[in-house]
């Protein structure tokens, strides 16, 4: 049996939309990272020095599972492509033991070392000056252009309408920022305390909304009833930094949505 052969058809519908090109619904979170790791897996084949920004997060994670598979089983290499960082927390160091909620952590344990990706670009989440450790990794991510951006989207909060963050560019942030330590919004540290039980910091370096748009393409994936509320302010709510997210509708040509059925149930009840 060929390899390609391995690779069942998944079932899925599109939504349209005035801006995004491709919002793809998927029955379930599963074959929505799988449809999403095969559409990076393609431009990896064809670009294989290929620049990629990864997110962070719970819901990457089926994607990442699916592409370190595939490597696993020798469908596609990595190893010539660079990895950037989307965010971390600040200040947060790589020792997993001691900043468990760290992303330099994750990235490594879930991406870098999985992908056998020799050149990882780190946030230093323990510079001494953090506006210095965005302008160095700005300078990082214009010297090439990123091939693919992979997003998750934060919490919204009806009651504060604040959040639906990408990487953690929190409402209010003008679109123009580019790399930038920012002071998280209530509603992500609520989660990330409340729900999440994390002892992490009340800031972050974050790539800025500037440096999504750039992106040749950008992914974004989304599981659940929670996450269809916030994308439903991001993709039919105001365009402006109240819902960061909805910059991505600014350059919607570029992006592809990879949803559950659960997400897409919200889009209705605007
Ligand atoms: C995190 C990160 C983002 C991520 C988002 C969603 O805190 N700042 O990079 O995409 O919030 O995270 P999750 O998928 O765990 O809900």
New binding site residues.
């Given amino acids: 049996m060929g390899l390609e052969a391995k690779i069942s058809v998944l079932p899925y519908y599109e939504i349209k939309h005035p801006e995004i090109s491709r919002i793809r619904v998927f029955p379930t979170p599963e074959e929505a990272a799988q449809a999403a790791a095969e559409e990076i897996i393609g431009v990896v084949r064809v670009n294989p020095q290929a620049a990629i920004t990864y ?6 994670i089926p994607l990442y599972e699916n592409l370190a598979r595939a490597v696993k089983e020798g469908r596609v290499d990595f190893s010539e492509t660079s990895g950037f960082h ?2 971390e927390y600040y200040p947060c160091g790589p020792d997993i033991n001691e900043y468990p909620h760290g992303f330099v952590a994750y990235l490594r344990q879930r991406v870098f070392t999985p992908l056998g990706i020799k050149n990882a670009n780190e946030m230093n989440g323990l510079a001494p000056e953090g506006e210095a450790e965005a302008k160095r990794y700005d300078s990082l991510l214009s010297a090439q252009p990123i091939e693919i951006a992979i ?4 919490p919204w909060s009806a009651e504060t309408q604040t959040g639906c ?1 990408i ?2 560019n929190e409402s209010g942030t003008p679109f123009s920022e580019k790399v930038h330590v920012q002071t998280l919004d209530p509603v992500t540290l609520m989660r990330d305390r409340q729900e999440r039980g994390q002892d992490s910091p009340e800031r972050a370096l974050t790539q800025g909304v500037a440096n999504i748009l750039e992106a040749r393409r950008i992914f974004l994936l989304a599981y659940g009833e929670k996450k269809g509320q916030s994308l439903r302010e991001a993709l039919f709510g105001e365009i402006g930094p109240q819902r960061p997210a909805s910059a991505l509708r600014l350059q919607g040509q570029k992006v592809t949505l990879f949803i559950d059925e659960a997400a897409a149930s919200q889009f209705g009840k605007l």
């Fill in positions: 997110a962070t997060g719970d819901t990457v989307l965010d997003l998750g989207i934060g963050h990487a953690f």
